[in-house]
């Protein structure tokens, strides 16, 4: 467990650090599992065609969610990150990582990223799925 986290993070002794993200997390509580999220608004409603922008716009959507089972972002202990062009997601990590401190803080939890030919709704360009753990004494 961490300041930053009520879950322990899971790093075998003599890996390299994991940037970002962490290998692995043991939780224990009540589970909370999100579908999938887009970058519009609550009114369904995109305000930006920006990569960072919706995945500011995703991660807010996936609190706001977490939120009406008394969740905080340092309850979330997996994200799945879907994204239509990996050179534009690479290409913006420098505003992605400030989008995501700004919305998660600097809780790194479990996750994948992986590109896919097109999500259903067709402006979007990024959707995350996320898991979280409220612990009991939450």
């Not at 790093?11 to 887009?38: E, Q």
């Not at 716009?57 to 990150?81: F, K, M, P, S």
């Amino acid at each position: 467990m961490s300041e930053l986290s009520p879950h322990e993070f899971l790093h075998p002794s003599g890996w390299k650090a994991a940037a970002g993200y962490a290998n692995g997390v043991a939780a224990r509580g009540k589970m909370v599992f999100l579908g999938g999220h887009i970058g519009w608004n609550g009114q369904q409603e995109f305000e930006t065609d920006d990569l960072a922008g919706q995945v500011r716009q995703t991660l807010q959507n996936i609190l706001d969610v977490l939120a009406c089972a008394g969740g905080r972002a340092e309850h979330i202990v997996r994200l799945t990150w879907y994204v239509t062009d990996k050179k534009e997601y690479l290409s913006s990590l420098r505003e992605i990582g400030s989008a995501y401190r700004d919305t998660l803080g600097k809780h790194f939890p479990a996750m994948a990223l992986v590109q896919v030919v097109a999500l259903v709704e067709d402006r979007a360009k990024v959707e995350i799925e996320a898991t979280a753990v409220i612990p009991d004494e939450a």
